[in-house]
């Protein structure tokens, strides 16, 4: 199995906020940001549950993301100037399932992918308004180095 590399992923803060998330396990595959000053359980985590080859011969992958809300209370403060450390208050997870048929090729799982991800970059009514665009979209699929991709596509252990 290859070295697990960092991922860097962005929020939706203006400017852009950019999170390195560092391996934290190899066995079942599992990232973790290290943001300074927020708890262990508040890093936001990503981490491979499932591959694995069904009975039928297709392929089952499980990923799941899960960001942490963090919450001060007393933010302003006692009159001896005491502030509270961050807690986290909830979490965000989010997974996403395939099942990728043992007939589909790269291109199958890529475009797949590349319907996906148009869906979750704002999919719209009205033509000509989508994010991604199309061939330049599907390539960049296709050939991504990105651990997270590679998996989804490949189903390989290219971390």
Do not use: C, H
């Not at 300074?36 to 011969?57: C, H, K, R, S, Y």
């Not at 395939?98 to 790269?106: D, M």
């Not at 308004?129 to 979209?137: D, E, Q, V």
């Amino acid at each position: 199995m290859a070295a697990m590399a960092n991922l860097l992923i962005k929020d939706d803060a203006n400017p852009l906020v950019e999170y390195t998330l560092v391996p934290v396990a190899n066995a079942r595959p599992k990232w973790r940001a290290q943001v300074a000053g927020v708890p262990l359980d508040g890093q936001i985590t990503v981490e491979q549950l499932v591959n694995q080859q069904l009975p039928d011969g297709n392929y089952r992958r499980v990923l799941k993301l899960e960001v942490p809300v963090m919450e001060t209370l007393g933010a302003s403060g006692t009159a001896a100037g005491y502030v509270a450390a961050p807690k986290v208050a909830y979490k965000i997870p989010m997974t996403l399932t395939l099942v990728q048929n043992q007939r589909a090729v790269t291109a199958d799982m890529a475009n797949a992918l590349k319907f996906l991800l148009g869906l979750l970059a704002g999919a719209s009514s009205t033509t000509a308004t989508g994010t991604l665009n199309g061939a330049s979209a599907a390539d960049a699929v296709k050939n991504s180095t990105g651990p997270i991709t590679r998996f989804v596509v490949y189903g390989e252990d290219a971390y």
